[in-house]
């Protein structure tokens, strides 16, 4: 056997131990490593189980698709952390009282989202969660700042350019945000939106007390009635606010007071007596009146933007156009607005008023030169005199030796012009805010259309009572002395176009249900039915009428 030295060699007990050792330090390594390991990928497979759920769901909504896109598909309501918990809690709580506002509470889903919550163990599940919220929250967002409808769908002369707001910034600022300031936000901050809901909870109260009692019997009432129709028209009154408590049975100055009260509030001619107009508005229920609430809450939403601090506002129900500045009115006149016909009726769109126009030229429009003027022309040849035929060159022509009888709405080859002249259709001014309608702010010879309580007459313009004071308050920011200013133009017969130095918003909105900083609320008639299709639709939506309880 070779010698080794001592120093040098390790003993059989020895090696036997270290080789344990090692043995033993190789498997604890294995052992532990493993785990960890599957961890790992069992982590990573869980995050990829998500984000690849997110990616599926969402690719049916572009907008949803390239917010998770860029948050790198993390999540923004399923997660465990305190701002995820916090967007769930606020998000379901809005949806739960989305009612207040009268909108399609069951779109939202309230009881199905929590139980998707509850419910929700894999990856996967969570992730299809995840957009399902989102797409919730957006649907919510749009409805409560814009709009539940599309109104154009709704009524074609809605034709209103809706202020829609960039999907995809409402969950990138929600995130960045307070969840519960965000969605407080959303609602219009307009003081007509805060009164509107103010009046819904006093009318759902109302309702859940049965309402104002019995309608009053009958066609009409006069002062000095009496009997039982006078006691349920006296309950009524007082139901409603118009009279103190009273145990009168006669139809006393009292009552007749309070009628004129209501008469004033509905837009009806307040004299006084419940004539056959009167007795069907004061016999509408509580029920129709919070639907014209909640349909001008949801008008109110379509006009979720700024006015101007100056600006025109054209309300087609109530035959009257107002300047406003600084939130209060400054002018208001009546007016005549598009008659009940499809074809006349006014449309409702926002624009900006640019110039006005001083002894205006009526250019008669062609679907009014062949639909009206070219039959007479046909019967007669000289009939309405006042008008001038423009042929393709600018000329004026002669009647005398046209055959009209050749001419159809497709082919006649004529334009119809009056001249300036007080006959003028269009008075002696228009105001023009520039639009593919063709609509304006016009005066009118026909002054007597203006002391009817219905004043639905025009081809879709809006007539004005008093176009010379509503000219002189435009002009008044822009001159010492409007009234000479216009009176110096107008005295030349000729005419003239005069720029507005600064542009005034208009906006023609058609509302039967409308607030005044103080006093009742008031109510108009529907006068093209656009406001009972605006209703039925959000019904179809969703919408139901609440009865609160005290």
Known sequence: MRNFPVQGLISMRQLTRHSINFLLFAFLTIVISIPFGAQNAQAQTKVTAFKQAIAEAAARDKDIAAFYRAN?????????SGRDRSRRSALLKVLAQAGVHGLPVARYDVAGLKAALKAAKTPRERGALEVKISSVFLQYARDIQTGALIPSRVDSGIVRAIPYRDRVSYLVNFVKSSPAGFLK?????SPEYTRLLKEKLRLE???GKGGWGQQVPGKTLKPGATGNAVVILRNRLMAMGFL???????????IQKAVQKFQLTHGLSPDGVIGAGTMTEINVGVQARLQSVIVALERERWLNQPLGKRHILVNLTDYSARIVDNGKVTFQTRTVVGA????RRSPEFSDVMEHMVINPTWNVPRSIAVKE???????NANAAGHLRLINGRGQTVSRANIDFSQYSARNFPFDIKQPPSRRNALGLVKFIFPNKYNIYLHDTPAKNLFTRETRAFSHGCIRLQQPFDFAYALLAKQERNPQAYFKQILDTGRETVVPLDVQIPVHIIYRTAFTNAKGPINFRRDVYGRDGR???????????????GE
Request: net charge positive.
């Open 72 to 80: 790198e598909y993390k999540p923004i309501w399923t997660g465990n």
């Open 185 to 189: 936000a959303l609602p219009p901050k």
């Open 205 to 207: 109260r109302l309702l």
């Open 244 to 254: 103190k408590r009273s145990s009168t049975q006669t139809y006393d100055a009292n």
């Open 340 to 343: 009940v016909a499809l074809d």
């Open 373 to 379: 003027y070219l039959p007479m022309f046909k019967r």
């Open 534 to 548: 605006i209703w039925n639709a959000l019904a179809k939506a969703g919408v139901v009428l609440r009865s609160v």
